[in-house]
């Protein structure tokens, strides 16, 4: 009998992430409670965007951060070139051979930090993941451990997984808003081609990776602020996308694409202008259909979203939504989406990691926030897991703050 491995990605899994790798002791007591200023966050946040983009000087027009990630890549090419591509611990070459030395962690050790993507090596038990400053890293479940495997690319969010060949496997991932793909388990990196960006606001929305003879992947994309988002396609393992189908806003807010646990195709949520919830299909050849023609659901003020599992023949699926003077509402659809049943009010509003449904039972769901709350009953009821202050005398067996992914891997 397989176990299933459920991983929550958030700030975060019991780990310590370091250049070299180490273990770090309990501490001592728990840190004074967060003060969360109401009304002020998104003030705050724009502020440091702006702050960020006065210490970039660039023409108009001229998008910094390709810049930096074409320099990334050059120097990751340098490292390769030079035998210095593992980063983990490993000599730093710079000014042209003039300084050498090699990088030790020296920061905090008795601290979580924010994970974005997972994946899960069953035959090895190695655990991979990429970390909120875009560092890729890989540890063993029995061992509390962590090494850096990639550092010199920034990854983005969104994906990470592995592909079997005839030759070995290939990792996919993002980097610099682009495909990437290596052939030798994250050390070296290729970029795949046809996504382009022009300015900070290009950018990938909701990448999927689909179950089938070729690994299809499937990934949003625009190029600019005003570009109309598009779905692109890759059917050779990352290494090129074309488009399949335009959209027809720039708000990446309306598009959702998430591919059903046990459902061969990726499903695609659109919120139409008078907030109407359309969903679609991937068809191998071709642009998504759509499924629920005559629908009357409404996301409301919340943003597309779908999650589901199939139970037997049966496909799952839920979506939440906030209509005005009401909570947040979960509901359920067993005729892809024609028609959705009020499962109950959710206890928070979802951050942008939204639902997952448990691969093995679609009854089981999880939502999360600043805190991970679950519902064993299809959304009906909800209970908190833990306080996210508990982890500091329990990092073993509680969650820590801010839920940013979930995943579930088979243990073998």
Not at 116 to 136: K, Q, V
Not at 218 to 228: A, G, L, T
């Amino acid at each position: 009998m397989k176990n299933l491995l459920h991983l929550i990605s958030l700030f975060a899994i019991a780990v310590f992430l370091t250049f070299c790798t180490h273990s770090a002791p309990a501490p001592s007591s728990r840190p004074a409670p967060t003060q969360i200023k109401t009304g002020e966050e998104e003030s705050d946040r724009e502020a440091r965007d702006a702050w960020i983009e006065s210490m970039h000087r660039a023409a108009p027009g001229t998008d910094w951060r390709q810049i930096e990630h074409r320099n990334r890549m050059q120097r990751h090419r340098r490292r390769v070139a030079a035998g210095l591509q593992r980063s983990n611990c490993g000599l730093e070459s710079l000014a042209d051979g003039q300084i050498t030395g090699q990088w030790k962690e020296r920061g905090s050790i008795n601290q979580a930090g924010s994970v974005f993507d997972t994946e899960y090596d069953p035959e090895t038990n190695d655990l991979w993941l990429i970390s909120a400053g875009g560092t890729l890293f890989k540890g063993n479940l029995l061992d509390p451990s962590w090494e850096v495997v990639n550092q010199d690319l920034r990854f983005n969010p969104g994906l990470l997984r592995f592909i079997e060949r005839d030759s070995g496997r290939r990792l996919v991932a993002f980097a610099g808003r682009l495909p990437h793909y290596s052939d030798d388990d994250g050390l070296t990196w290729t970029t795949g081609s046809g996504l382009l960006h022009t300015d900070r606001w290009g950018n990938i929305h909701r990448p999927v990776m689909l179950d089938d003879s070729l690994s299809t992947i499937y990934v949003m994309s625009k190029s600019d602020y005003w570009d109309p988002v598009r779905l692109f396609r890759s059917t050779n393992q990352g290494e090129s996308f074309l488009p399949v189908d335009p959209m027809d806003s720039h708000d990446f807010s309306r598009y959702d694409m998430y591919r059903p646990h046990g459902y061969p195709q990726a499903l695609l949520a659109i919120k139409s202008e008078s907030n109407k919830a359309e969903l679609y299909e991937t068809v191998p050849d071709g642009p998504p259909v759509l499924l629920n023609e005559g629908s009357f659901f409404s996301f409301g003020n919340a943003p597309a979203n779908i999650a589901g599992a199939t139970k037997g023949d049966t496909l799952i699926l839920y979506a939440y939504r906030k209509l005005p003077g009401l909570q947040w509402q979960v509901h359920r659809s067993t005729d892809y989406g024609l028609n959705w049943e009020l499962r109950g009010n959710l206890p928070k509003a979802p951050w942008d990691a939204g639902l997952f449904v448990d691969p093995d039972n679609p009854d089981v769901l999880y939502m999360g926030e600043v805190e991970c709350f679950r519902s064993l009953d299809g959304g009906q009821n909800w209970e908190k897991i833990n306080d996210w202050a508990d982890y500091y005398d329990d990092i073993e067996g509680s969650l820590h703050a801010d839920m940013m992914h979930f995943d579930a891997f088979k243990m073998a």
